[in-house]
């Protein structure tokens, strides 16, 4: 069983950072494709990934609305896979998820089989 838990999350002033980490167990951690997905209060979770990266780290895929401000990096010793946001704005509030597949490309939450409970992250303005 794959267990993806996610931490960091909190409240940050605009214009502020956080840094998410998501920890991966019983799965082969190498071989997955990661990415980020978002709920914001009162709305369905996006549909594409905020930001994903593939299995070896040289693959990466930036959201419009997150590119230049969002950083996901993976540490694969770790097993753990991480979102730096800097720059938080109105828009980024919202319940933060990581997820996992073998195959990286479709960016979408369908094509992604293992998820984690989210962890919140609200901006103050």
């Known amino acids: 069983q794959v267990h993806l838990v996610e931490s960091g999350g909190g409240l940050v002033q605009r214009g502020g950072s956080l840094k998410l980490s998501c920890v991966v167990s019983?799965?082969?951690?190498?071989?997955?494709?990661m990415a980020w997905f978002r709920q914001a209060p009162g709305k369905e979770r996006e549909r594409e990934s905020v930001v994903s990266i593939n299995f070896s780290g040289n693959g990466k895929h930036y959201g419009d609305a997150v590119k230049g401000r969002f950083t996901i990096s993976r540490h694969d010793v770790l097993n753990t896979v991480y979102l730096k946001m800097d720059r938080l704005q109105p828009e980024d509030p919202a319940r933060y998820y990581c997820?996992?597949?073998?195959?990286?490309?479709?960016?979408?939450?369908?094509?992604?089989?293992?998820w984690g409970q989210g962890t919140q992250v609200t901006v103050s303005s």
């Open positions: 997820a996992s597949r073998y195959y990286y490309g479709d960016q979408t939450a369908e094509a992604y089989d293992y």
């Open positions: 019983g799965g082969a951690f190498a071989d997955y494709a």
